[in-house]
C-alpha cells in the first residue's frame, strides 16, 4: 500500500512540475526570442525542442550504457510518434496552429529526411558507431543552419514578428528569462522522472510486461514535457513555438539522442526486426502526413489534429494488443493498413484541392505574407 501511495504522489508531483516547467520555458523562450532579435520559431525548434528532449537522451544514454538497446530505439521511435500525433493533435484541438513556411520548405522535409535516413542505417539490424557519429554531426550542422537562417531574415521582418512583445533591453530582462527557462528545463526534468518512475511502479504492479511499459509509459513519459510545453505555447499564441518544439523534438531524438546513444554504446545500438519492419515506417508515414497537412492553408486545423489524434489512439492500441498477442491485433492491423492508406489519400486530394482554392483566391498574396511571416 505505501509503495502505491508513493507512486501516486510520483505521478502527481510529475504533473504539477511538468505544468510549471512548461509555463517558465515557453515564458523565458519567447521572450528571449524579442530580446535576441531571433524568430521564436528557431527558438521553439533548437532551444525548446532540444530542452524538452532531454528526458530522451537520459534514458537514450543510461539505455546504451546498460545495454537495453531497443529500449532506447523503442523510445526514441516512440516518441518521435506520439510528438506528431500526439502532441500536435492535442494542440490543434486546443487552438489551430498556423505554420511557418521555412517549416514547410526545411525543417519538416529534413525531419522526414532523418527518418528515412534512420531506417537506411538501420536496415542492417545495427546502429554503429560510424552512424552514430554522422547523425551527431549531422545535429550540429542543422543547429548552426538554423541560427544562421534567423539571422539572416531582415531587421524589418523580424521587427514585425515581434512588435507586441519586443521588451527592454536591459541585462536583468536577459538574466530573469533565461533563469526562467533553465528553471523550466529542471522542472520539466524532474517532472518527467517522477512521472515515469510512478507510472512504471505501478503497471509492473499491475503485471504489465516491460516492453510494454517501455514502449507506452517510458515514450510517454519521457515525451510529457513536449506535451506540456506545446498545450501551454497553443494557449499563450506562441504557435510557432508549438509546432517548432515537435517537430525540432523528432530532429533531435533521431540526430542526437539516437546519434550519441550508439556513438557511446560499445556495440552500438540494436535495431529489432519490428522496429524496421512496422514502428519505424510508421514514424515515416507519419512525417510525410505533415507536408500536406502543414502545406494546406499553412494551417493546422481542428479537424487535422483530431485526425493526428485518432491515428495514435489506433497505433497505441495496436501496439499493446500485438505486445500482447491478442486474436484481435492481426484484425485491427488490417483494418489500419485498409483504413490509413485511403484516409491518406483522401487527406492528399483534399489538401490539393484547397490549395488549387487558394490559388485562385485574388486575396492569396495578402493571406501568405500573413501566414508566412
Keep these: 500500500m505505501t509503495e502505491v501511495t ?46 524538452t528532449s532531454a528526458p530522451e537522451l537520459a534514458v537514450g544514454v543510461q539505455a546504451a550504457f546498460s545495454g537495453k538497446t531497443e529500449l532506447a530505439i523503442g523510445n526514441a521511435v516512440g516518441s518521435n510518434i506520439f510528438n506528431i500525433l500526439f ?25 522526414i529526411f532523418v527518418s528515412v535516413l534512420l531506417l537506411v542505417f538501420g536496415w542492417d539490424g545495427t546502429l554503429s558507431r560510424i552512424d552514430g557519429v554522422i547523425l551527431f554531426g549531422g545535429l550540429l550542422t542543422y543547429v548552426a543552419w538554423s541560427i544562421r537562417q534567423s539571422r539572416r531574415e531582415t531587421q524589418a521582418r523580424i521587427d514585425e514578428a515581434n512588435e507586441d512583445r519586443t521588451p527592454s533591453l536591459g541585462a536583468r530582462i536577459l538574466v530573469v528569462n533565461v533563469a526562467f527557462i533553465i528553471g523550466g528545463l529542471l522542472l520539466l526534468g524532474v517532472g518527467s522522472r517522477g512521472l515515469v518512475s510512478g507510472s512504471i511502479t505501478i503497471a509492473t504492479m499491475l503485471g504489465v510486461s516491460e516492453l510494454i511499459i517501455g514502449l507506452t509509459v517510458v515514450a510517454v513519459g519521457t515525451s510529457l514535457p513536449e506535451v506540456v510545453t506545446s498545450v501551454v505555447a497553443a494557449f499563450r499564441g506562441e504557435r510557432d513555438i508549438a509546432v517548432g518544439n515537435a517537430v525540432g523534438s523528432n530532429i533531435f531524438n533521431i540526430l542526437c539522442v539516437l ?61 499493446v494488443l500485438d505486445t500482447m498477442q491478442h486474436e484481435f491485433s492481426r484484425t485491427l ?18 489538401a490539393t484541392y484547397r490549395m488549387a482554392r487558394r490559388d485562385k483566391s485574388p486575396s492569396d498574396s495578402t493571406q501568405d505574407g500573413v501566414l508566412g511571416a
Excluded: K, N
Aim: a neutral charge.
Design 6 to 51: 508513493t507512486a501516486v504522489v510520483q505521478i502527481l508531483f510529475g504533473l504539477v512540475a511538468l505544468t510549471a516547467g512548461g509555463e517558465l520555458l515557453v515564458r523565458g523562450a519567447s521572450t528571449l526570442a524579442a530580446i535576441m532579435r531571433i524568430s521564436s520559431l528557431v527558438i521553439g525548434l533548437t532551444v525548446v525542442a532540444f530542452g
Design 87 to 111: 502532441v500536435l493533435g492535442l494542440s490543434a484541438l486546443i487552438t489551430p496552429l498556423v505554420v511557418s513556411s521555412q517549416l514547410i520548405r526545411w525543417d519538416v522535409p529534413l525531419m
Design 259 to 319: 546519434g550519441l546513444s550508439s556513438a557511446i554504446a560499445p556495440s552500438g545500438l540494436e535495431v529489432g526486426t519490428e522496429a524496421i519492419r512496422f514502428d519505424i515506417p510508421v514514424m515515416i508515414t507519419v512525417a510525410v502526413a505533415c507536408l500536406p497537412i502543414f502545406y494546406t492553408g499553412h494551417l493546422i486545423s481542428r479537424w487535422e489534429g483530431g485526425l493526428f489524434f485518432f491515428y495514435y489512439v489506433a497505433y497505441t492500441t495496436y501496439l
Design 333 to 350: 492491423g488490417g483494418v489500419m493498413v485498409a483504413f490509413v492508406i485511403p484516409l491518406t489519400t483522401v487527406t492528399l486530394l483534399i
